[in-house]
């Protein structure tokens, strides 16, 4: 099992560009979740996806998209990227939507927005 | 406010002697808290979770304890060795059993020779 992978590990964008970041997940699993991670902060939840076709939002969904075509796929769209959304961007996965149930990350994208 | 706050200082200690982080939060009412370690550049790796009814979860050298009285969680590492040096971050659930976790900013831990 290849876990939870994501691409780009690394990414420069200019103000105003578009671009989706990838994740997947070979676990069957049926929770997947986008976190962004700045210095000083804790991993904050951008949105969510309980299955196939349902998405919800997180705590800082702004100037994010998400959709979940297929149980391994879950990309986050940035649709005309700021500076403040310079981060690291962790996608992650669990079985289910259940709280005590172990969330696995991947390696991370790290995005610069000049 | 809700807020979940962790030492923002690293805690530096010697090889051998055991290690304990602190996560402390406020307005919560979480069923679960979870924590994470997370070496630089990757992602964070799950370590133990406990449950609002337990006191204290084990595993090998790690030891957590769960106080919802004080609103408290305490992260033991006992006999810790250098490869122990990670940032360590805590998390729990927003909405009572629903998997939408909180995460703390972590604390940096190094592990001195």
């Known amino acids: 099992n290849a876990g939870v992978t994501q691409t780009p590990k690394f990414q420069v964008l200019k103000t105003g560009q578009s671009m989706t970041l990838q994740c997947a997940q070979d676990?069957?699993?049926?929770?997947m979740s986008w976190y962004r991670q700045d210095p000083g902060m804790g991993l904050r939840l951008i949105h969510y996806?309980?299955?196939?076709?349902?998405?919800d939002q997180g705590e800082v969904p702004n100037g994010y998209n998400v959709s979940r075509s297929t149980t391994e796929d879950f990309p986050l769209r940035l649709l005309s990227a700021a500076p403040s959304q310079t981060s690291v961007y962790f996608c992650?996965?669990?079985?289910?939507?259940?709280?005590?149930?172990?969330?696995?990350f991947g390696p991370g994208t790290r995005l610069l927005v000049l | 406010s809700q807020k979940i706050e962790q030492n923002s200082e690293a805690l530096n200690i010697q090889e051998g002697k055991t290690a304990t982080l602190t996560c402390n939060y406020t307005n919560y009412s979480p069923a679960y808290l979870q924590w994470y370690r997370q070496d630089p550049g990757r992602g964070p790796v799950f370590l133990l979770l406990i449950r609002e009814n337990e006191k204290e979860k084990r595993k090998e050298r790690l030891k957590v304890t769960f106080d919802t009285t004080l609103k408290q969680s305490l992260f033991h590492i006992t006999a810790s060795q250098p490869a122990d040096s990670a940032t360590y971050l805590c998390a729990l659930d927003d909405l009572g059993g629903y998997n939408k976790l909180i995460f703390g900013a972590g604390t940096r831990l190094a592990v001195h020779p």
């Open positions: 996806s309980v299955g196939a076709g349902i998405t």
């Open positions: 676990m069957n699993h049926e929770y």
């Open positions: 992650a996965s669990s079985y289910s939507r259940l709280a005590q149930e172990t969330q696995y």
